[in-house]
């Protein structure tokens, strides 16, 4: 029986240049052709005018005294001049913190003083913030944030607009930025991508231009773009699924990249698609779930799609089967990664059956390795057994910025990232995602993967969306709760839905807890987060004493 590894060969050499090398080639591939186009915004860009407008910005950046590997944060909802310091800071070589829009003064706090941001470019607000004010807030704390720079026709307490730095580029030449660009390694960190934060304080993981260029490329290439697709990029750009897979896999490949508004709005989404004539959609499953569940769904076009990338989070197999039937995507890709490892390792093909397009989460990456190991001994299993899954290879971070003790948590010695997913690998290096590690529920010692759960009851013609937690329980350590939204006009009782789900499941894993709800608490990026659903399910079913229980 073959052993759980898997090797991504390729006849297709990485590419070894620097993200703003790229661009310039791309530029002068593609000169004409639309880079970018911000709806919300009424904004479009050649790509020609995409690399004058990087460029003009690279150079004034660099009359702010801004060297290579220094740090540049950004703080904005998505919008052209998001992508535009992309590039520029690309350019010059320095590092681009990207910031959650979600974040609080303290979070912000956090991540600014973690990172040493001496630079900031931030939105006026977003939705109920006003980033202005907190910016002012925490400079006050912050002596190293000595310059600031905000999206606005106006600027306060000491920032300048973005109109004013764009002034500054005069005061440095073409040939000063050819020089420092020319000098930059491909190699050196370029982003600092800090996690979501669902638990614990965020760790900003460090990727070079190598990791995400390259990630790019081939995330791109496995939706077979070309510089004829338009790709609706709904998902927030300050995550790796819209600067990497977004922003630079049309760029790696000449597409165009479409904005529909400053954060995800599904009706927005849709009429993007059909404006724009785009050939490809992204998002995590809750958005294609709101589109697909749209009142005005049936009244847009979205005949031009053909593929788009569902990721960030468990794809639920009847929402892949609706978007392939409902959503005129036949090519429609499942990707699979994290944060870390720049992001994407796996990802199912354009032309992979159905079956494996809607159970699996793909094929092991080009030039990367995966295995899937035992979570104690770190054995790696045979084919079909699920354990950890590990993927090695140039998409791993060189490692989480300011902390070698929780980078060597990651990363073991031999350049395995260990995921922190359990994940079965076939011998076709196919890999079937079962849960978290820290998500496997025990159950009086039955080992219980929420994910199964969820898959049947996506399956129910009444369900919109499910959720399955283990929370505490006296008797047998854990018990099953399933958190279920339900489609609009339809009615369900918790009898009901348990009796139909014992005639699919084995009986233990059957949920002892239901709970009916409209949303579930989730970051901006779209991740269900789990561990307030069971803070709030332990506090509404009283199950403190059992919480209370200490565990080896």
């Not at 070079?208 to 790019?216: D, E, G, K, M, R």
């Not at 699979?336 to 494996?356: N, W």
Request: aromatic fraction near 8%.
């Amino acid at each position: 029986m073959e052993l759980s590894y898997a090797h991504g060969a390729s006849a297709t050499p990485l590419l070894g240049e620097t993200i703003g090398d790229a661009l310039d080639r791309v530029a002068a591939q593609f000169p004409d052709r639309e880079a970018l186009v911000s709806c919300h915004q009424d904004i479009r860009y050649t790509y020609a005018e995409y690399a004058a407008k990087a460029n003009a910005t690279a150079r004034a950046l660099l009359a702010l005294a801004i060297q290579p590997g220094e740090r540049v944060g950004i703080w904005s909802p998505n919008c052209a001049e998001w992508a535009v310091l992309q590039f520029a800071t690309a350019k010059i070589g320095a590092i681009l913190v990207t910031i959650n829009p979600a974040y609080k003064t303290t979070e912000l706090d956090y991540v600014l003083r973690h990172s040493g941001v001496r630079t900031l470019v931030h939105a006026a607000g977003f939705r109920s913030s006003d980033y202005v004010a907190m910016v002012a807030e925490v400079s006050q704390r912050l002596p190293k944030l000595e310059q600031r720079v905000v999206l606005a026709d106006t600027a306060r307490n000491g920032s300048i607009t973005w109109s004013e730095l764009a002034t500054r580029s005069v005061e440095v030449t073409e040939d000063r930025l050819r020089e420092v660009q020319g000098a930059l390694q491909f190699d050196s960190p370029i982003n600092i991508q800090y996690t979501s934060g669902t638990t614990g304080l965020p760790k900003g993981a460090t990727l070079t231009h190598h990791n995400i260029l390259n990630n790019a490329y081939f995330v791109g290439a496995g939706c077979d773009y070309s510089e004829h697709d338009r790709v609706c990029i709904p998902v927030p750009l300050y995550h790796c699924f819209g600067m990497v897979i977004g922003n630079l896999s049309c760029m790696a490949h000449g597409a165009c990249a479409v904005y529909p508004a400053e954060s995800f709005d599904a009706e927005a989404t849709l009429r993007a698609v059909q404006e724009e004539r785009c050939t490809s959609l992204y998002g995590v499953p809750t958005m294609f779930i709101a589109e697909l569940e749209h009142p005005k769904f049936l009244e847009y076009e979205l005949t031009s799609l053909r593929t788009g990338i569902m990721a960030g989070s468990p794809c639920p197999v009847e929402v892949m089967r609706r978007v392939i039937n409902e959503m005129h995507m036949p090519e429609v890709t499942i990707g699979y990664g994290m944060t870390e490892t720049s992001p994407v390792s796996f990802q199912t093909l354009v032309s992979d059956q159905l079956d494996l397009r809607v159970s699996t989460v793909g094929h092991i990456h080009p030039h990367v390795e995966a295995k899937v190991v035992d979570p104690e001994s770190g054995a790696v299993l045979h084919c079909g057994l699920p354990g950890e899954l590990c993927t090695r290879g140039y998409l791993v971070m060189p490692g989480y910025w300011d902390d070698e003790v929780q980078t060597r948590n990651a990363i073991d010695s031999v350049g395995w990232m260990h995921t922190g997913d359990l994940a079965t690998l076939d011998e076709n290096g196919y890999a079937r995602i079962v849960g978290r590690l820290k998500d496997m529920v025990i159950r009086g010692g039955e080992n219980i993967y929420p994910r199964e759960i969820e898959e049947y009851l996506y399956a129910h013609p009444a369900i919109r969306d499910a959720q399955v937690i283990g929370v505490p329980d006296l008797k047998y350590g854990e018990e099953l709760c399933a958190w279920v939204a339900l489609k609009d006009d339809t009615t369900l009782s918790y009898e009901e839905l348990r009796e139909w789900l014992k005639a699919r499941i084995a009986a233990f894993k059957v949920p002892r807890y239901w709970k009916f709800t409209p949303t579930f608490p989730m970051t901006v990026t779209g991740k269900i987060q789990k561990f307030k659903m069971r803070e709030e399910s332990i506090a509404e079913l009283g199950l403190d004493a059992a919480a209370k229980v200490e565990t080896a």
